[in-house]
């Protein structure tokens, strides 16, 4: 998984690929392809908490972690708001967003 600086954590987030960075990183899950209905994911965690699940093949963010818990994880979770189109005020409440939330 490669390390990347702060600027280049945009860009892994935009293309969906794995990452580290200090407390962040990024896990692109290829699914097991024996198992049916395995669901490729990309998964965002800061620090041990998991900020975003995100189904590859539905193109759709499943789950997303948008509470306060520090300066480095929130411009983290603005980074994915911008990345994965969850702008506006839908999305400004401190809280956790599942997909039934998501979607509706």
């Not at 794995?18 to 960075?21: A, E, N, P, Q, V």
């Given at each position: 998984m490669p390390n990347v600086n702060y600027a280049q954590v945009r860009d892994a987030l935009y293309h969906r690929e794995?990452?580290?960075?200090g407390s962040c990183y990024g896990i692109?899950?290829?699914?097991?392809?024996?198992?049916?209905?395995?669901?490729?994911?990309?998964?965002?965690w800061?620090?041990?908490?998991?900020?975003?699940?995100?189904?590859?093949?539905?193109?759709?963010?499943?789950y997303f972690d948008n509470r306060y818990y520090s300066v480095t994880t929130s411009r983290l979770q603005n980074m994915i708001r911008d990345q994965f189109g969850m702008g506006g005020t839908r999305y400004d409440v401190r809280?956790?967003?599942?997909?039934?939330?998501?979607?509706d």
């Open positions: 794995s990452f580290t960075h692109r899950d290829a699914g097991e392809r024996f198992i049916k209905d395995s669901a490729r994911t990309y998964r965002v800061s620090y041990q908490t998991e900020v975003l699940s995100y189904d590859l093949d539905a193109h759709r963010v499943t809280g956790i967003y599942d997909e039934a939330y998501l979607n």
